[in-house]
């Protein structure tokens, strides 16, 4: 309920986007580098041409009204489309200096060292929580129980879980809240380490005080890693994320990129008037 | 919401409880009438079944008593009626077609919804469920004819040499027998299995496989350890309705089991099923024999009718879940 | 990424991250071995599948084609002796047997199963949850039961076996597959449908016969069809009660023949020409049974176009 007074009131959100660290952080070089980025369903563009780079360890958001591609593009990042046939992913990305879809790296191995957090909560059903959150790990090969544990310790306080859940990890996911099955989500995540963490409007299906307290998760896990969301809400953009890509639906109905930059600057001085449009409108 | 609050009103009205608007029609009395008259012979005809089969049975219980049941000798002949020959065979036939059936069926539904290309999803699950078509008694002339001259001269020597001779594949081979009962019991079943693992398998949420995929899993990883253990529950209710069909399945068992009441040795053995015996000596017998085979048919309403039940509790409850 | 950050102490997660791809690396290839050979032994079992399907329609067509003829469709058998041992027969008789105990079981397990569906489908009580259970047991019972049950009321009443002795266990092989698509169709029905004509003023019955009916159609159409498909193919009920006759009757309450009842017999022969028209009979009736079956999706599919 508190949430529709910060709603109301965008000075309030849009101001205290202060940073100290990322400063520091654009002189490291780009953990991703999207290249005239494409994805296509069966011949038709559903995004088009997007380059921009993402910065290490710090928040980059993407944003823009239903239909932008915002998702279709967070997830050829991962190489998720490959699970559709006729989905086809066009330009350059590149991981480090490792071009995704060069062949190079096969997409299992990217997976493990980019995460995903999904719009609802998927954790598996019938696994414990200590079996959900070493998953990923014993999907890649790991076996060593000792890393195994201080892998899914360090990712439970990470997520902000260990003190709830500590004595009970033998129990199933599906006993969590929504927002514990989320934050279990995000510790299953980040216990293979990865360098990139994507999340696909991570809070959508949460209630405010949940949403709460996975803003809060980004902002200190970006010291371990770096943070690629999409988010419908403008406020969410703005409180959590350092950079900002502002997505917008073509005249073809294909998603385009129409700003990106640092999100004082989208939220506050952008340079595109179909940006202003967008975040005036959500605001006024 | 809406929709479920209106269709309660519906089903108030329907049975004219909501008085006011619509009072209750005299002359919809029949029609109130006439859908439980119907409920009601359905209903009255399967109790008339289940006494009579009870009660066809009752004069071999009253003089054999629970030596039907354990009785190791099945000769109508010398008036011997201990079925546990035929309950053996049931069960061993029942089990080896389900080991045979249940992998394959299993992996043929993951194919068809995880590996084929969409066109031709449509026309193979067609095919599969084309299997289920096919009368028992072809299945049986198939298995008389084709699979026990293959069986003998071929399948057998091979599986007898794989353990030397030794259990389960020993004895003397002449192609008929358990392990041909149970081979064309497992073709017969595997159109059920498919058909509702199919189901349960394609009802587990896209979001949790893209969630193992996302972790680094690779597909058989994914189908492993996250699709198949959600689908579980539907599964083991498929295995259950297709050993519920295997339990109960007749005319081609009696065709290719050699239909020979002895405790099996082997899988080569030749046997009889509760279901066969029925079939085979039904015709001819009379008296305390007759009897003897409603004791049969009795044990195996009982033994099919409480699997059957199972299948049903454990594909609902796996349906819902998803739902 | 790790290059920059080399300066730092080291960081137990850096040194994880590091342990943890290299583990990944090094097992990648075993991994996507293992993933397609699991592929591969998944694609084998479809393949396995569709064998026994392949064998019995080649077997068949092979078996079963040469046989077939406007007279042994016709004709009624005729025994083979040691003199006459090619004896060339038809299937008259079992044609009209099959025909008669199977038309006249689904014209009395038709309109029943539609009765005990819409009580079901319209009734929400414990009664009709029990009834639905017990319906739905009685569809996976080995049909052979029902030859018992129909054995013990009708032939031993009768003191005669029969064709009716045979309906009476079909009609009850029949209702509760044709009950369960009366229900699944009739529960499909909008209830907004069956709303309108209760404003209308129409009765119960009136809705029912009018309205709900009339759209749930093409799934009642495929329970019928797919149940008839069912009970042409069964034999072990009718083994017991039928008694067998090699004349053409169409008399219901003699003996009579049966399609796959002259399969089973015919298979025990030891003469070569009765195998051989097994085989024949064994396409009809195949063939018989893919007409119901796909004549049920076929009519479904236009019923349901016209509908729109």
């Given at each position: 309920m508190s949430m529709t007074q910060d709603e109301l009131n965008p000075t309030r959100d849009t101001e205290p986007i202060t940073n100290g660290q990322s400063a520091v952080s654009t002189l490291t070089p780009p953990a991703m580098r999207l290249e005239n980025v494409s994805v296509s369903f069966n011949g038709r563009t559903a995004?088009?041409?997007?380059?921009?780079?993402?910065?290490?360890?710090?928040?980059?958001?993407?944003?823009?009204?239903?239909?932008?591609?915002?998702?279709?593009?967070?997830?050829?990042?991962?190489?998720?489309?490959?699970?559709?046939?006729?989905?086809?992913?066009?330009?350059?990305?590149?991981?480090?200096?490792?071009?995704?879809?060069?062949?190079?790296?096969?997409?299992?191995?990217?997976?493990?060292?980019?995460?995903?957090?999904?719009?609802?909560?998927?954790?598996?059903?019938?696994?414990?929580?200590?079996?959900?959150?070493?998953?990923?790990?014993?999907?890649?090969?790991?076996?060593?129980?000792?890393?195994?544990?201080?892998?899914?310790?360090?990712?439970?306080?990470?997520?902000?879980?260990?003190?709830?859940?500590?004595?009970?990890?033998?129990?199933?996911?599906?006993?969590?809240?929504?927002?514990?099955?989320?934050?279990?989500?995000?510790?299953?995540?980040?216990?293979?380490?990865?360098?990139?963490?994507?999340?696909?409007?991570?809070?959508?299906?949460?209630?405010?005080?949940s949403t709460q307290r996975i803003e809060e998760l980004m902002v200190e896990l970006k010291n371990r890693v770096t943070i690629i969301i999409v988010t419908h809400n403008m406020q969410q953009a703005a409180r959590v994320s350092d950079d900002c890509a502002f997505l917008l639906m073509g005249e073809d109905r294909a998603g385009e990129l129409i700003e990106f930059g640092p999100t004082t600057k989208i939220f506050n001085d952008p340079s595109d008037p179909r940006t202003l449009d967008y975040i005036q409108g959500r605001f006024g | 919401m809406t929709e479920e609050s209106s269709s309660t009103k519906t089903r108030l009205l329907s049975r004219g409880l909501t008085g006011g608007i619509h009072p209750p029609v005299k002359s919809d009395l029949g029609y109130w009438l006439s859908i439980r008259a119907g409920a009601l012979i359905f209903g009255a005809a399967i109790v008339l079944f289940v006494w009579s089969i009870l009660h066809q049975s009752l004069s071999a219980w009253t003089s054999h008593g629970i030596h039907i049941l354990t009785g190791t000798v099945w000769s109508p002949s010398t008036s011997n009626y201990g079925a546990l020959p035929l309950i053996l065979a049931t069960l061993i036939t029942t089990a080896v077609a389900l080991l045979v059936a249940v992998p394959i069926g299993l992996g043929t539904s993951l194919t068809i919804i995880f590996f084929l290309p969409q066109r031709l999803k449509t026309p193979i699950t067609s095919l599969v469920e084309l299997l289920a078509a096919v009368p028992s008694v072809v299945y049986g002339l198939w298995g008389l004819f084709v699979l026990v001259p293959w069986m003998n001269t071929t399948i057998e020597p091979k599986l007898a040499s794989i353990t030397g001779g030794g259990f389960p594949f020993n004895g003397a081979t002449n192609g008929f027998g358990l392990l041909l009962a149970s081979i064309v019991l497992s073709v017969m079943i595997l159109p059920t299995i498919v058909a509702i693992s199919r189901d349960v398998i394609a009802a587990v949420p896209h979001e949790q496989i893209e969630g193992a995929l996302s972790l680094g899993a690779t597909k058989s990883q994914t189908l492993l350890k996250v699709v198949l253990p959600e689908a579980r529950t539907g599964i083991f209710g498929a295995i259950t309705l297709g050993a519920g069909r295997a339990l109960g399945e007749t005319i081609a068992v009696a065709m290719v089991i050699g239909s020979n009441p002895q405790i099996p040795k082997s899988l080569f053995s030749t046997g009889a099923t509760l279901s066969s015996t029925i079939a085979t000596e039904f015709g001819e017998a009379s008296g305390a024999q007759l009897a003897a085979l409603g004791a049969l048919a009795l044990i195996l309403m009982v033994i099919t009718a409480s699997v059957n039940a199972g299948a049903r509790t454990l594909t609902r409850r796996a349906l819902r879940g998803h739902a | 990424m790790t290059d920059v950050l080399m300066d730092l102490p080291p960081d137990p997660i850096l040194e994880r991250r590091r342990v943890i791809q290299e583990t990944a690396s090094k097992k990648i290839g075993r991994r996507q071995l293992n993933s397609r050979i699991l592929s591969g032994v998944f694609g084998l079992t479809l393949v396995l599948s569709l064998i026994p399907l392949v064998s019995v329609l080649a077997t068949l067509i092979k078996r079963g084609v040469g046989v077939i003829s406007w007279g042994f469709l016709t004709h009624d058998p005729i025994q083979p002796t040691l003199i006459n041992q090619n004896a060339v027969g038809g299937i008259g008789n079992a044609m009209v047997g099959s025909l008669v105990v199977d038309g006249i079981a689904a014209l009395v397990a038709v309109p029943l199963a539609i009765l005990i569906g819409l009580y079901l489908a319209e009734t929400e009580s414990r009664t009709a949850n029990f009834?639905?259970?017990?319906?739905?047991?009685?569809?996976?019972?080995?049909?052979?039961?029902?030859?018992?049950?129909?054995?013990?009321?009708?032939?031993?009443?009768?003191?005669?076996?029969?064709?009716?002795?045979?309906?009476?266990?079909?009609?009850?092989?029949?209702?509760?597959?044709?009950?369960?698509?009366?229900?699944?169709?009739?529960?499909?029905?909008?209830?907004?449908?069956?709303?309108?004509?209760?404003?209308?003023?129409?009765?119960?019955?009136?809705?029912?016969?009018?309205?709900?009916?009339?759209?749930?159609?093409?799934?009642?159409?495929?329970?019928?069809?797919?149940?008839?498909?069912?009970?042409?193919?069964?034999?072990?009920?009718?083994?017991?009660?039928?008694?067998?006759?090699?004349?053409?009757?169409?008399?219901?309450?003699?003996?009579?023949?049966?399609?796959?009842?002259?399969?089973?017999?015919?298979?025990?022969?030891?003469?070569?020409?009765?195998?051989?028209?097994?085989?024949?009979?064994?396409?009809?009736?195949?063939?018989?049974?893919?007409?119901?079956?796909?004549?049920?999706?076929?009519?479904?599919?236009?019923?349901?176009?016209?509908?729109?």
């Open positions: 995004v088009r041409d997007c380059t921009f780079n993402v910065a290490s360890n710090r928040v980059t958001s993407l944003i823009g009204p239903s239909g932008s591609g915002k998702t279709t593009l967070l997830r050829s990042l991962n190489r998720l489309h490959d699970l559709t046939r006729s989905a086809k992913v066009e330009g350059k990305i590149m991981l480090g200096d490792i071009d995704i879809y060069g062949g190079s790296l096969p997409p299992t191995l990217l997976r493990s060292r980019i995460g995903m957090v999904f719009q609802r909560p998927n954790p598996f059903p019938t696994m414990s929580i200590y079996d959900n959150v070493v998953s990923g790990l014993r999907f890649n090969g790991i076996k060593k129980k000792a890393l195994l544990d201080e892998a899914a310790e360090s990712a439970l306080i990470s997520a902000a879980l260990w003190d709830s859940v500590s004595s009970r990890l033998k129990a199933h996911g599906s006993t969590l809240s929504g927002g514990e099955q989320q934050r279990l989500c995000i510790a299953r995540a980040l216990a293979v380490e990865p360098e990139i963490l994507l999340m696909d409007e991570p809070t959508s299906s949460l209630d405010p005080i | - | 009834m639905r259970a017990i319906t739905e047991i009685m569809t996976g019972l080995p049909s052979i039961l029902l030859g018992v049950f129909a054995y013990i009321y009708i032939v031993l009443t009768m003191k005669a076996y029969s064709g009716f002795a045979a309906i009476v266990a079909i009609t009850f092989l029949m209702v509760p597959v044709i009950t369960k698509a009366a229900e699944t169709a009739i529960r499909g029905v909008p209830h907004t449908l069956r709303e309108a004509g209760l404003a209308l003023g129409a009765r119960n019955s009136k809705v029912s016969r009018g309205v709900i009916l009339p759209v749930a159609a093409p799934g009642l159409i495929t329970g019928v069809l797919l149940s008839l498909a069912r009970a042409v193919g069964e034999t072990a009920p009718i083994l017991l009660v039928i008694g067998i006759s090699g004349r053409t009757d169409w008399n219901p309450f003699h003996q009579m023949s049966a399609l796959p009842l002259d399969i089973y017999q015919d298979s025990a022969s030891g003469y070569a020409s009765q195998q051989q028209e097994a085989w024949g009979i064994a396409l009809v009736l195949v063939v018989a049974v893919l007409v119901l079956s796909l004549g049920s999706r076929f009519v479904a599919a236009r019923m349901r176009r016209e509908q729109r």
